[in-house]
């Protein structure tokens, strides 16, 4: 039978700040790296960017949704469309729902614009951004903000995540402070076999491990609800 309490533990244990969405103006990285540093980036964000991806997304091994992130390039403007639907239920009760749009427009290898809407087991959160002479100007219900214009999303597939130790929150535009640490290279489930992957831990204030495969492409996210205990992965199938 399922309780109040049981409810409230798989809520509080898949809070927003861990679906992954848990993310002063200054001058943007663009504008002072050298052209080749640059092209090296426009160049990874074209590999990453080949194909869309697709993920199933488990809680405990028991299916729960779904994570899409489509790719639409047309010229230097990259349309990056990301979809995520989590519903977790007890005794044929939904416990929890979990809802998120994200578009991603990036110019010549730089994020120009986003914006973002969630649902969070019925709580709404709203965020707009776009790059402007002072930084990447975010806006959502907690007011507006200015933030460094090279600051990347919680969207996870750019390789360059890796290497920072800030990122913006796509849900409610807070800056999380990270630390990456990259690991050895595994076989792991995906693609309806068995890929290679390099394993990566991010801790800070998101924790999870996420893997690349050989063309630096995300294959798999995989974190702790901090609640309740219970493990969430996300596996990448076959199409992405």
């Known amino acids: 039978m399922t309780t109040q309490d049981d409810d409230a533990g798989v809520r509080a244990g898949l809070s927003r700040r861990s ?14 790296l050298p052209d080749g540093v640059s092209r090296r980036a426009h160049a990874a964000v074209d590999a990453a960017s080949a194909r869309d991806l697709l993920f199933d997304v488990s809680r405990d091994d028991a299916p729960i949704g779904r994570h899409e992130i489509r790719f639409d390039r047309a010229g230097g403007r990259l349309e990056v469309d990301i979809r995520i639907e989590l519903e977790i239920g007890l005794l044929f009760v939904t416990a929890f729902r979990y809802s998120h749009r994200n578009r991603e427009t990036w110019q010549d290898g730089r994020l120009a614009a986003i914006t973002t809407r969630t649902d969070d087991d019925g709580t709404d959160h709203r965020l707009q ?54 690991g050895v290279e595994e076989r792991i489930r995906g693609d309806g076999g068995t890929i290679a992957a390099r394993r990566h ?13 050989r063309a630096d492409r995300l294959a798999r996210i995989r974190f702790t609800a901090p609640r309740d205990g219970s493990v969430i992965d996300y596996r990448r199938r076959p199409g992405g």
Do not use: F, K, Y
């Not at 002479?133 to 969207?155: F, H, K, N, Q, Y």
């Not at 831990?201 to 495969?213: A, F, M, N, S, T």
């Open 201 to 213: 831990v991010c801790r800070g204030d998101v924790d999870l491990e996420l893997w690349r495969d």
């Open 129 to 182: 951004g776009r790059q402007t002479a002072d930084g990447l100007v975010i806006e959502t219900g907690g007011g507006r903000e200015v933030v460094p214009a090279a600051l990347l999303p919680t969207s996870w597939w750019h390789p360059d995540t890796m290497g920072r130790s800030q990122l913006l929150n796509t849900q409610d535009g807070r800056i999380m402070s990270v630390r990456m640490t990259a």
């Open 19 to 32: 679906l992954l969405q848990g993310g002063a103006a200054t001058l943007g990285l663009g504008a002072i």
